[in-house]
């Protein structure tokens, strides 16, 4: 991991070299100088000029007297190697390569780029990028980056992005709609430093308080999913990233594989680890306008404030799809703001004043008071449509929302704006003073939904943060360590590569726990039937054959088995289903078919599994992913989030299951999969679950070579 100290060398340098510095209007080497200008260190040219902006240049960075911190480097792609074989002998900490001509062009520039990389890492050097936007730290300032201008300080909102259409899009949302940041970095090929580094960093940076991903990729996923559990309790993480190929999942064997397809994992591993995820980059950067200026949500309801019904049965709809509610106001609380309304208006929520002009500077101000100081919503939404977007209301709105945070009232205020062009200038009025304005009901409707989710989020975190700390507080240090059973496969059992065979799956669930129904294998109708009249009746019989995978699908299964001939026929006919088959004789058990079982995702490592199952199991798709291990408590909350998890409480007069024998059967075979990297698959399909506990009765377990 790099240390704060390193990264502190990118976003606080005291020093910085521009490597290709220059005084040629419309250069990039001039656009970095100029940009440079506010930088309150030392900016120290490197260039073949003698001069940069009447300042002596050097021409190379071992010749920069005294200690750099940071290189930002423009020159062509092929200068770059030796550039930073300079910078270690300089002993410069970090450099940002805005360069391209690297990796994005193909093999040649990926060559470069590994040279560039090796340098940097024989020499202690950290490279930002290269092909990349660039760094900003608006606090500082500091402008390392492509950018036309700085965006506006003070917000406490940190970005890491790939693409630098986005750096662009923070300054142009800074000048038009009040974003403030603290922190852009722009990771371009992201050849050095990662996702999860920079993660570890901004977790402990002072100045973030939002943290922001848009990225295409995640690199060193499973380092970024921990670093990502360690940061959610603390700041709230949103994201937006790009999606997987799926190719990867036409190999896949087991039902696991399939229903871990595409994006599911990574979506999975995101919400596990407490980061919310969206689809686009503006929604990405309307959440963080809404959590750097107003206080976290703390739920989910929400009052509207409007002068158009339409409008706020619109707002009020959207919320909902968010999963947000706009819950009818008390008696009481719809009695004080009636008083403040004219008579034909609604108190109900959500609050429509009607178009009554002259009450718009008294009634908006007023009715965002009452209900942020109500108790029954967490969030207030003052739709300012047409007239309302005048400067006197939001002059009023601004000042009320004020009064609330001089007394501590934490119920943030986000503004919906529904106005002409001509009318944006008065949200400057709001939103210099930390009140976002967002166009339109949809586009607030999920800046708000995303903020919420961020404050409930960050809630659970810290709580299973503290429930994890208090239990770990019990018990001594060598308790700790050892708290979590290992479950490596003893030797012998996961010999060989591909698909174990079902006798020594069998006897490796066994050997590490999990309850699996007592299976015969057997050669030939006769000892079929031997095996079904010592197990007893009724008999399910399967076929056993390496190339008949899915056995339901081959026509491989015989269920409600009642005597020996019954047996016999059918083990007749699942024989002949291809050469070298053998079947596996089992007595029939009933309960909820489920599937539980893991693969090894190549970005998150071992993952978990768990669902119902069955032979529709692809097609219903009702499974909860996770990154293992997972715990019993974890286990539980997979469970009961999956669609029909009424099920589980009993239906029509049935018994309720024992879901924590379920949710210990996930936490193992988790452990199973964490403590195992050479299984690379595993499925428990159908897991039968009762009121008596669960029992695995068909099973699968793929492995890769030692």
């Known amino acids: 991991m790099l240390t704060a100290a390193g990264l502190a060398a990118v976003f606080e340098p005291r020093r910085v070299a521009l490597v290709g510095a220059s005084d040629r209007p419309g250069s990039v080497g001039r656009l970095l100088w100029d940009n440079l200008a506010s930088f309150p260190g030392e900016v120290l040219p490197v260039s073949q000029a003698a001069t940069v902006g009447g300042r002596t240049a050097y021409g190379d960075l071992r010749q920069v007297p005294g200690q750099v911190d940071l290189a930002i480097i423009v020159t062509p792609a092929a200068t770059v190697p030796d550039i930073i074989r300079s910078a270690a002998a300089a002993k410069i900490g970090a450099a940002v390569i805005l360069s391209a001509g690297f990796a994005e062009t193909g093999p040649a520039g990926a060559r470069l780029q590994d040279e560039a990389v090796a ?50 899009a923070v300054h142009a949302l800074g000048q038009d709609e009040g974003l403030r940041v603290a922190k852009v970095f722009a990771a371009g090929n992201k050849a050095d430093i990662t996702d999860a580094e920079l993660l570890g960093y901004l977790r402990q940076d002072p100045g973030t308080r939002v943290i922001c991903l848009l990225l295409e990729s995640v690199t060193d996923a499973r380092r970024f999913f921990e670093q990502a559990c360690l940061t959610t309790p603390v700041k709230p993480v949103i994201a937006s990233v790009g999606g997987r190929s799926g190719a990867g999942q036409r190999a896949a064997v087991s039902h696991t594989a399939a229903l871990a397809a595409d994006d599911a994992v990574r979506d999975a591993a995101l919400r596990q680890a407490g980061v919310v995820r969206v689809r686009t980059g503006l929604q990405v950067l309307d959440a963080a306008r809404a959590l750097s200026g107003q206080p976290v949500p703390r739920g989910r309801r929400v009052a509207v404030i409007t002068n158009s019904g339409g409008t706020g049965v619109e707002l009020a709809d959207l919320l909902a799809d968010e999963g947000l509610a706009v819950p009818e106001l008390s008696a009481a609380l719809q009695d004080r703001l009636r008083a403040l309304l004219p008579a034909y208006a609604s108190a109900v929520n959500p609050v429509d004043m009607t178009p009554a002009w002259s009450l718009f500077t008294t009634v908006y101000p007023a009715a965002v008071d009452l209900l942020a100081r109500s108790g029954e919503v967490d969030v207030v939404v003052p739709v300012l449509l047409q007239r309302s977007a005048s400067a006197e209301v939001a002059t009023a709105v601004r000042d009320a929302v004020a009064r609330l945070r001089a007394d501590r009232n934490q119920v943030p205020v986000y503004v919906c704006w529904v106005a002409p062009r001509s009318a944006e200038v008065h949200t400057h009025l709001l939103q210099d003073a930390g009140i976002p304005c967002f166009a339109w009901p949809q586009r607030t409707a999920q800046a708000v939904g995303t903020a919420v989710r961020c404050g409930i989020q960050l809630a659970e ?130 309960g909820i078919e489920l599937l539980i079982g893991g693969i090894r995702d190549p970005e998150f490592g071992a993952v978990i599994a768990a669902g119902f199952g069955g032979v529709l199991v692809e097609a219903q798709r009702d499974v909860q992913l996770a990154v293992a291990p997972v715990d019993a408590r974890q286990a539980t909350a997979m469970l009961r989030a999956l669609r029909g998890a009424a099920v589980f409480d009993g239906l029509r007069g049935r018994a309720a299951v024992d879901l924590s024998a379920v949710a210990t059967l996930v936490a193992t075979v988790s452990e199973l999969m964490a403590d195992n990297p050479r299984i690379t698959e595993l499925d428990l399909n159908p897991v039968l679950v009762s009121v008596a506990g669960c029992l695995a009765v068909d099973w699968r377990i793929r492995v890769s070579p030692a």
């Open 119 to 168: 340098a940097a890492r024989a020499g202690g050097v950290r490279l930002v990028g290269p092909n990349c936007f660039g760094v900003q730290n608006a606090d500082l300032p500091l402008n390392a980056s492509i950018a036309a201008g700085m965006p506006r300080g003070g917000g406490g909102v940190s970005i890491v992005t790939q693409s630098g259409s986005y750096g662009m």
């Open 461 to 590: 975190s810290r709580q299973a943060a503290d429930l994890a700390q208090a239990a770990a507080g019990e018990r001594a240090p060598q308790q700790v360590r050892t708290a979590r059973r290992l479950h490596p496969a003893g030797p012998g059992l996961l010999a060989g590569q591909g698909l174990l065979a079902a006798e020594a799956t069998y006897a490796l669930l066994t050997e590490v726990g999990v309850p699996v129904i007592e299976t015969v294998r057997c050669d030939s109708p006769d000892r079929a039937a031997k095996a079904a009249e010592r197990l007893g009746y009724p008999a399910v019989v399967k076929v056993d054959h390496p190339d008949l995978t899915h056995k339901s699908d081959a026509g491989g299964v015989r269920l409600g088995l009642a005597s020996p001939d019954a047996v016999r026929a059918a083990a007749a006919e699942l024989l002949a289903l291809a050469d070298g088959a053998a079947v596996l004789v089992q007595h029939q058990h009933q």
